[in-house]
Antibody, heavy 122, light 113 residues
C-alpha cells in the first residue's frame, strides 16, 4: 500500500528555522516526483514546488522560490521542506503529494500525506 | 503562469441532485493535463479525475465512483457529479499540471441546501 507519512505539528517563532519531512512507503521512491502544497487557514491549495527523488532535481513556484528549500534522502525514502527564517505568514498546513506517473512532474497528485500544521507566532 | 478560475464559488444543492462545476484556464492547458480533487474538512485532498476525464484509482484501489465525471479541453473544463451522495459535500479544486508552475483553482464548495 502506497503511503506518505508526514512529521508532526510544529510551533515556531518568527526568524526560526524548520524542516518538515514526508516519508514514502509501498512504492519505489526514486521513480515518482514529490510535490509540496500549502494551505493557509481557511484558504485554497497552492503548489510550492516539486523534487525528483532520484537525483534531487527541483522545480519551484516563483511564489516560493528563495523562501523554501526542497530536498530528499532517498536512502530513507524521505522528502523534506525547509525554511531558514520563518514568518508569521508561513502559518499553514503543508502537504506532500506524489505525482502519479513515473519519472515526470507533469502528472496529477495521486497520493497525499496527512499534512503538517506549522504555526509561526511570537 | 496559468490562472485557473473556478465557478461558482459555492453550490447549494440537495442529495440526489446533479452538480456541475466549472474550471476555466487563462491559457490552453497542455494535453488536457488537468485534475480534479475533493477535500473534506480536516482531510488531505483526494484525486478524483486526471487527464481531464479519467477517473482515478483511489486509495487501496477502491476507485472513484462513476457518478464523478470530467470533461473539457483547452481552457474550459467541467466536473459533474451526477447524483449527489451525502459524502460528496466538500470542496473541489481543479489543477493544471502541464505547465510549470503547477496551479490550482480557488475551489468550489458544494454544500447541502
Amino acid at each position: 500500500e502506497v503511503q506518505l507519512v508526514q512529521s508532526g505539528a510544529e510551533v515556531k517563532k518568527p526568524g526560526e528555522s524548520l524542516r518538515i519531512s514526508c516519508q514514502g512507503s509501498g512504492y519505489s521512491i526514486s521513480d515518482y516526483w514529490i510535490s509540496w502544497v500549502r494551505q493557509m487557514p481557511g484558504k485554497g491549495l497552492e503548489w510550492m514546488g516539486t523534487i525528483d527523488p532520484s537525483d534531487s532535481f527541483t522545480k519551484y513556484s516563483p511564489s516560493f522560490q528563495g523562501h523554501v528549500t526542497l530536498s530528499n534522502d532517498k536512502s530513507i525514502s524521505t522528502a523534506y521542506l525547509q525554511w531558514s527564517s520563518l514568518k508569521a505568514s508561513d502559518t499553514a498546513i503543508y502537504y506532500c503529494a506524489r505525482h502519479k506517473d513515473i519519472n515526470t512532474w507533469s502528472a496529477a497528485l495521486d497520493y497525499w500525506g496527512q499534512g503538517t500544521l506549522v504555526t509561526v507566532s511570537s | 503562469e496559468i490562472v485557473l478560475t473556478q465557478s461558482p464559488g459555492t453550490l447549494s444543492l440537495s442529495p440526489g441532485e446533479r452538480a456541475t462545476l466549472s474550471c476555466r484556464a487563462s491559457q490552453s492547458v497542455i494535453s488536457s493535463d488537468l485534475g480534479w480533487y475533493q477535500q473534506k474538512p480536516g482531510q488531505a485532498p483526494r484525486l478524483l479525475i486526471y487527464g481531464a476525464s479519467s477517473r482515478a484509482t483511489g486509495i487501496r484501489a477502491t476507485g472513484i465512483p462513476d457518478r464523478f465525471s470530467g470533461s473539457g479541453s483547452g481552457t474550459d473544463f467541467t466536473l459533474t457529479i451526477s447524483r449527489l451522495e451525502p459524502e460528496d459535500f466538500a470542496v473541489y479544486y481543479c489543477q493544471q499540471y502541464g505547465t510549470s508552475p503547477l496551479t490550482f483553482g480557488g475551489g468550489t464548495k458544494v454544500e447541502i441546501k
